[in-house]
């Protein structure tokens, strides 16, 4: 039976300005881990009732940890930022379905926004061929010298021009003329949807990895839905981003919210 | 006196269910997501996600707002209609030794009867009428609020469903026994109680609500003082079983509802933090009767 596990914190560090890395003994969750999938982290005590939905950014199945970069964004994560190390947390997971590694494709194009840039890792990790990652942010990139080190071409954008090119990633990749045969893609809504319209008149296939408010991240609150239609249908569908997301393809998420 | 030989078997409109312990409707899907989590035969019954005569889309997001030890909602009946929920759910669920109480939902009376209509060929054990969900702008809470309304649609789905009706009942009304009785007039085999409270969450960087339906309905522990008291004003004015809710994620939680007279309890929102809820507050409540030497729960319903 699938359960809450109580797990240890190896490490818990600040990385960014509100930007932490914890990494977490979670035997019997990094053996099934994938890129793209997700934990629920619990606060302590019932006043935050609800599971923090945290993507994956690294997994080390022969250790058995997973690394998770998280965003101060609220009272919960503040909680998190304050565990020290040898501390437990409790976890449940992998939860959602990762991102569909299509392995015939030979020029990966990775485009990651803010906070929505730590599961792209796990992936890039797996990916095989030519990856080109695109990263995007407000001021203080992260994880640049991790993406190099597994051999990607990384290109930044920041909106303040702190560092390299001075606007958002979509205007550094076109000034860029990048191609490639499919996008992998995490970040704000409004970032996915500018890349998915342009991905759509590219031709280039693309995943987006969602992100929505969720109370349960198992399936059964119908929370945390996204409107989409697939191929075969007239209809439009609310659909589940925890449990038939997080990731979907980008030709199937309508974006009008 | 052990654990295995207490008597847990409680019975509602002549259905028995072999403990008292069951899930509020919305928080629990039809019980797949949790067959991974828990054993489903353990439970007295399971009480699925609102069913419509058609697929409603429900609401858009945000949907969901955390508050100090609740949360809220404003879902608003997702699903994919009866007759997808009668092929898919029903033979699943019935695979395990466990009742099936199936929430009905509806924008009218025939709405409501047509579902009632389609479930009676259906095998399922009870139907809960939902009356009392905040989050559909037609139907639902309207009936609830309003006593005529409430008996004239519970009589109407009375005439068209073989199987005995629960009554879920709203507690955003000014005085809920009203409400109960006028149910009890209409004919219902049981009551359940309370729905979700209207309220509200506000996100004060963006200055604007957190809900993209502005209001919805609020759950969770921090409801549990207001759901006990009407359970226990509802005891107090109509003799029907009573399936309580509203903040109830352990044992103890679950006794003070059966101390107020509810004959079940529901887990609700406690299912979102803790898939093993209902688990906890069975053992809960044997470990009271254990500690007490209780046999039968009937030793303590109501007695407050």
Redesign the interface.
Known sequence: MKEIKHVTVLENQMIAPYMYSMTLQADGIAELAKPGQFVNLYCKGEARLLPRPISICEINKEEGTINLIYAVAGKGTEEFSHIEEGETIEILGPLGNGFMIDESKRRNIVVGGGVGTPPLLELVKQLKGEVDVYLGFRSYPILVEEFERLGARVHIATEDGSVDFKGNVLELMKKENVTGDIIYSCGPKPMLKAISQWAASQNIPMQVSLEERMACGIGVCVGCVCKTRKKDEEDWQHRKVCKDGPVFWSDEVIWDE | MNKENLDLKVEIGGVVLKNPVTVAS????SGR??A???DLNQLGAVTV?GVSSVPW??N???????T????L?S?GL?NPGVEEFIKNDIPFLREFDTKIIVNIAGKTIEEYCDVAEKLSHADIDLIELNISCPNVKEGGVAFGTDAKMAKEVTKEVKRHSKHPVIVKLSPNVTDITEIAKAVVEGGADGLSLINTLLGMAIDIHKKRP?L?NTVGGFS??AIKPVALRMVYQVAKAVSLPIIGMGGI?TGEDAVEFILAGATAVAVG?A??????ATMDVLNGIKEYMMTYGIKSLDEIRGIV
Not at chain 2, 26 to 29: A, Y
Not at chain 2, 60 to 66: D, G, L, M
Not at chain 2, 271 to 276: A, D
Request: aromatic content about 14%; overall charge positive; charged content about 20%.
């Open positions: 919305g928080t629990f899907g997501e949790f991974e989590f828990i996600k889309k429900g858009p997001s945000p949907r969901i707002a955390e100090y030890g609740g949360m909602n879902v997702q957190i993209a969770g522990p994620s929102t299912n979102f933090r803790n898939p093993r």
